[in-house]
């Protein structure tokens, strides 16, 4: 059933103001607008550039240059925060204290603090806090969980990640917070736990304080095994993920959003030493070369499904998939991948690195989250 068509004829539509309008907010203006029962009623952008541009853009929309003016005019429900990273705590706290419910880009926060009193405050003062974490409004993503959770897969050995491509090349956060924050969620989402141990290369090659390329793995519970590859320095966009069970092996192509899943039965048989073998190397292991299928997905637009999910989670009270403790999920594993990086690639625990901290969200442990 579709929820949105259902709540449209029902509800008070959503009224929202979008704040942050560089290359990203404009596509959450269009996204939110497509929901049957959301409006943007304004818009924010710091900068008299960016406005200019959306007012061409968007003929129509009404646009101040500040959260403040915006609270000060209009009267709207909720705020869809699009600016860097940096500087999202101190709007989306401005948005909190303001009351209103607070949709935040990825990734939640800089760092775990600023995200554990953001989860707090929307908390105190009951308002829906969601992070765009928009790879798990992507139907393939969807599609890998429910084929991992229907046990066909098998139990999981390890997922493997690249995300690569030729720019956009940010400075206010480096590669591994800006593109490495989806596949942590993917990986979090997946396993449905959190990794009790990480390490991280990364290193700057364009001369700038923030790095270009970075690498992980995450050790998740079960000895299950999550690796990444990361780059904003690649002839290649690949945004390619590789799940394997010890049953059935899956890949994930976000570059074929027609059928961007591919199962494939293949594996490796361990065989009991009674058994006739002709060689002696595999003597215990036999190779499983199956068929493979691509099943059809039902995808959609990501941007459109999330904004679309927040929309409804507003209307009917339900809480977010990507919540704000989702969110501060990802950041502590982005500080511990950090942590490993500026150690020259050392494990950091984060089962240790948990007892150390006295902050409560920091004490939650990598056990399995109910999904
Ligand atoms: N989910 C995704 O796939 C995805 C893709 C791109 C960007 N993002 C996220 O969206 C956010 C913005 O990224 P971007 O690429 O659009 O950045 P950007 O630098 O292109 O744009 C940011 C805009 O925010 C404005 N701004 C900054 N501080 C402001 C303030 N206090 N009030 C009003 N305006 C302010 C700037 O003038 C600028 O126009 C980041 O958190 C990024 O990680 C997510």
Request: glycine fraction near 6%; hydrophobic fraction near 40%.
């Amino acid at each position: 059933m579709d929820i949105s068509k259902t709540l449209s004829s029902q509800a008070k539509p959503v009224r929202a103001c979008v704040v942050g309008l560089g290359h990203w907010g404009p596509n959450l203006v269009r996204a939110i607008e497509r929901h049957p029962n959301a409006k943007v009623v304004v818009a924010a952008d710091a900068s008299p550039e960016r406005r200019a541009l959306v007012a061409q853009r968007i003929p129509g929309l009404f646009l101040e240059s500040s959260l403040a003016d915006c609270l000060k005019k209009y009267d709207f429900d909720a705020v869809f925060v699009a600016v860097p990273t940096e500087f999202h705590f101190q709007v989306g706290m401005q948005v909190l204290e303001a009351g209103k419910h607070l949709f935040i880009e990825k990734p939640l926060a800089s760092n775990s603090q600023e995200a554990l009193e953001l989860c707090e405050e929307a908390a105190r003062r009951n308002l829906q806090l969601m992070t765009g974490q928009i790879f798990l409004y992507n139907g393939g993503i969807t599609a890998m969980k429910k084929y991992v959770d229907s046990g066909e897969l098998g139990n999981l050995f390890y997922i493997n990640a690249n995300r690569t491509n030729l720019g956009p090349l940010r400075s206010d956060v480096n590669a591994l917070w800006d593109l490495a924050s989806h596949d942590i969620a993917i990986f979090n989402y997946i396993f449905g736990a959190l990794p009790m141990q990480v390490t991280c290369s990364a290193y700057h090659l364009l001369g700038r304080p923030v790095e270009d390329i970075a690498q992980g793995t995450l050790l998740y519970p079960g000895n299950r095994v999550a690796a990444f590859f990361v780059s904003w320095l690649d002839p290649q966009k690949k945004r390619d993920i590789t799940v394997v069970g010890d049953r059935k092996m899956l890949t994930f192509d976000d570059m074929r959003p027609e059928r961007p899943i591919k199962i494939f039965d293949k594996g490796v048989t361990v065989s009991r030493p009674d058994e006739y073998h002709d060689t002696f190397h595999n003597f215990r292991m036999a190779i499983r070369e199956g068929q493979s299928i691509e099943p059809e997905v039902t995808t959609g637009e990501p941007l459109v499904n999330e904004c679309s999910h927040f929309i409804d989670c507003i209307l009917t009270g339900n809480r977010p998939l990507t919540d704000g403790q989702l969110g501060l999920d990802v950041v502590r594993v982005l500080e511990a991948l950090t942590r490993s990086f500026h150690e020259n690639g050392k494990p950091v625990s984060m089962w240790q690195r948990d007892r150390a901290s006295a902050s409560p969200a920091a004490q939650i442990q990598p056990a399995a989250r109910p999904n």
